[in-house]
Nanobody
Framework: QVQLVESGGGSVQAGGSVRLSCAVS????????MGWFRQAPGKEREGIAT???????AYAESADGRFTITRDNAENTLNLQMINLKPEDSAMYYC????????????????????RGQGTQVTVS
């Protein structure tokens, strides 16, 4: 059974930084594509960053060079470092896992994830 538990969210002032983590319970974690998504009230879920199963990182345009996705295959952990945060970054942030990286078509976040965690809230004021 796939389990993902996000942590690290909270309230931060504009311009500040937050580091999100996701503990992932899957066998052979390194074989999985991982991603971070977010959803703000009244808005559609948005893909932010993905770490493919060959360890390639890719980002949505909205990340704008401010977000960095990393993974620790030894600890089964996915991280998202966010800097220079803006109020429009306020959202519930989710991590997701998939063997085939179904949400990534090579250049955009084309589909929603199937397996994702409960999320962690980030509020930027």
């Amino acid at each position: 059974q796939v389990q993902l538990v996000e942590s690290g969210g909270g309230s931060v002032q504009a311009g500040g930084s937050v580091r999100l983590s996701c503990a992932v319970s899957v066998p052979l974690f390194s074989r999985y594509c991982m991603g971070w998504f977010r959803q703000a009230p009244g808005k559609e879920r948005e893909g932010i960053a993905t770490s493919t199963n060959d360890d390639v990182a890719a980002y949505a345009e909205s990340a704008d060079g401010r977000f960095t996705i990393t993974r620790d295959n030894a600890e089964n952990t996915l991280n998202l470092q966010m800097i220079n945060l803006k109020p429009e970054d306020s959202a519930m942030y989710y991590c997701a896992v998939d063997l085939g990286c179904l949400w990534w078509d090579g250049s955009t976040f084309a589909r929603p994830p199937v397996h994702r965690g409960q999320g962690t809230q980030v509020t930027v004021s």
